[in-house]
Every structure is written in structure tokens, then in C-alpha cells.
């Protein structure tokens, strides 16, 4: 099984729609992150977090709030969607060791649409 | 400001080497990751520096130089598998904010 999934995979939604992405990690990390990539763009961080009751902004956080429900569960929400928001997200965690060659680890990613 | 470059896109033969090279301007370094991306797919770890010199892991390998601010990947025995992108990362210290790269796309021709 995977360590990070990410659910749904794919999503088409409209305009002003309210969307949830959700991420799930078994790799006991503490530190979870949400980011996005557009072409020509690279990977933009949105959100992290560093435990459940730590929630930080990253650079692009305009439009989207985030939920850490669990050590193992965070989650991306969409408020009122616009088509600027496609992108694929992809949500990572790392341990919670400062420093040194630990990573992060990518979930598959999610692919929305918005029309 | 954090600005972190590498080139858009390069080709390479099968078999051959290629070098990807990333030069950084960040306020803080805590170490630069590459990472390997196929299209459509997440991102994975390749390999990490911290201090200046040559790191192998088999056919790749990735240098540091911290007071020049650039990397590289180098790509060695090159197969077709290896055609994806690479992605450059330093991360900020304290934090472990990473700061990516626009990445390279590499295509690797038979």
C-alpha cells in the first residue's frame, strides 16, 4: 500500500463550486504539506503543517484553507473554486527531524479541472 | 528574494551522460534536493547535499557548491527510463520550507 494517497485523483468542478481534497500518510510523519504545479511553474507550496495544532501559510495560500484532522490526515479545501485553480496538487510529508538528508514524500497527486 | 533556475528543457542520447545544472539565490540554504519526476506522476527523492562535493548513488550523481550557489545532477549511462523531469529544491532552514525550481525536462532519444 501506498505511504501517502490522495483522494480523488481526478476532479472536474465548476465555478464557485466548494471542493475538498484529502490526503492520508501510514508513514507516522508529523509534518504534512500541500502544494501545486503548473506548467512553467514548478511546485508552489500552499499549506503546511508541522503537528495537529500547528497550520502555517505558505506562498500562494489566497483561496484555499486547510484542515489537519489527524496526525495522519490533512486536507485542502477549495472555498468557492476558479478555473486559475486548476492545477495538479500534490500533498508530502516529512519527519520532523530538522535538517539532515530526511525527505519529503509525495503523495500520487490530483488533478483538477475547473470549468 | 528565492530564486532557484535550471533550463526549461535538454536532450540526450541513450547511453550517454548529461549534467542538469541549478544555481540558487535563496535568504537561507539547509540543503539542495533533486528530484525525479515522470509526467503525470509525484515526485521522487533522487538525491540530497548539504556540503560541497560530489555525492554517487550509481549512474547519478549531484554535486554542490554552496559559496557559487549551484548544483548539478549528472546523469550517467543514460536509458530511455531516465526521460522525465528534474526537479531542483533548496531547502530553508529552520522550517524546512523546500523552494523548488521550475524543473528540467529531459528527453532521452534512442
Known amino acids: 500500500d501506498a505511504d501517502v494517497t490522495q483522494t480523488p485523483r481526478n476532479r472536474i468542478t465548476k465555478t464557485g463550486k466548494r471542493i475538498m481534497l484529502e490526503c492520508s500518510q501510514t508513514?507516522?510523519?508529523?509534518?504534512m504539506y500541500w502544494y501545486r504545479q503548473d506548467p512553467g511553474l514548478g511546485l508552489r507550496l500552499i499549506y503546511y503543517s508541522f503537528d495537529v495544532k500547528d497550520i502555517n501559510k505558505g506562498e500562494i495560500s489566497d483561496g484555499y484553507s486547510v484542515s489537519r484532522q489527524a496526525q495522519a490526515k490533512f486536507s485542502l479545501s477549495l472555498e468557492s473554486a476558479i478555473p486559475n485553480q486548476t492545477a495538479l496538487y500534490f500533498c508530502a510529508t516529512s519527519d520532523d527531524r530538522t535538517g539532515g538528508s530526511e525527505t519529503q514524500y509525495f503523495g500520487p497527486g490530483t488533478r483538477l479541472l475547473v470549468l | 528574494g528565492q530564486n532557484i533556475d535550471q533550463p526549461t528543457e535538454m536532450t540526450a542520447t541513450e547511453g550517454a551522460i548529461v549534467q542538469i545544472n541549478c544555481t540558487y539565490q535563496?535568504?537561507?540554504?539547509?540543503?539542495l534536493f533533486w528530484y525525479q519526476q515522470h509526467a503525470g506522476e509525484a515526485p521522487t527523492f533522487l538525491s540530497y547535499?548539504?556540503?560541497?562535493g560530489l555525492e554517487e548513488k550509481g549512474r547519478f550523481s549531484s554535486f554542490l557548491s554552496r559559496s557559487k550557489g549551484y548544483s548539478y545532477l549528472l546523469l550517467k549511462e543514460l536509458q530511455m527510463k531516465d526521460s522525465a523531469s528534474y526537479l531542483c529544491a533548496v531547502r530553508a532552514p529552520a522550517t524546512d520550507k523546500l523552494i523548488f525550481g521550475t524543473g528540467t525536462r529531459l528527453q532521452v532519444f534512442p
Open positions: 535563496t535568504s537561507g540554504f539547509n540543503g
Open positions: 547535499n548539504v556540503l560541497d
Open positions: 508513514k507516522g510523519h508529523d509534518r
